[in-house]
C-alpha cells in the first residue's frame, strides 16, 4: 500500500503564494510519476501537474508559468510552488502517485482558497 500525506494548503489573497507538499510512504518501489489534481466545487478532478521517474515535468495550461512542480532527491517528496494565484485556483488539491504496483494512488487533498 502507498500512502500520500499532503501539506501547506490554505487561505491567501489573489496574486500571493503557497507551496504544497506530499510525502509517500509504504510500498512506494517502481513510482512512475507524482502529481497534483485539484477540484473546485461543482467540476471535476483536473491535472495540475506531473512529474514523471525521468524528472519530465507536464503542466496544466491554466499554471503554465505560474506553478512549480519538484520532488525530493529520494523521490517520495513533491511539491507544488504555487504563485500568482487566482481565485479560480481555489480548489481541493489532491496528491497522486503512479506505481508499477499498486496503479494509482491519492491523498486525502488539501485545501486551497484564493480570495479576491
Known amino acids: 500500500q502507498v500512502q500520500l500525506v499532503e501539506s501547506g494548503g490554505g487561505l491567501v489573497q489573489a496574486g500571493g503564494s503557497l507551496r504544497l507538499s506530499c510525502t509517500a510512504s509504504?510500498?512506494?518501489?517502481?513510482?512512475?510519476?507524482m502529481g497534483w489534481y485539484r477540484q473546485a466545487p461543482g467540476k471535476q478532478r483536473e491535472l495540475v501537474a506531473s512529474i514523471n521517474s525521468g524528472g519530465i515535468t507536464n503542466y496544466a495550461d491554466f499554471v503554465k508559468g505560474r506553478f512549480t512542480i519538484s520532488r525530493d532527491n529520494a523521490k517520495t517528496t513533491v511539491y507544488l510552488q504555487m504563485n500568482s494565484l487566482k481565485p479560480e485556483d481555489t480548489g481541493v488539491y489532491y496528491c497522486n502517485l503512479v506505481s508499477l504496483r499498486f496503479g494509482s494512488s491519492w491523498g486525502q487533498g488539501t485545501q486551497v482558497t484564493v480570495s479576491s
Open positions: 509504504g510500498s512506494i518501489s517502481s513510482i512512475k510519476s
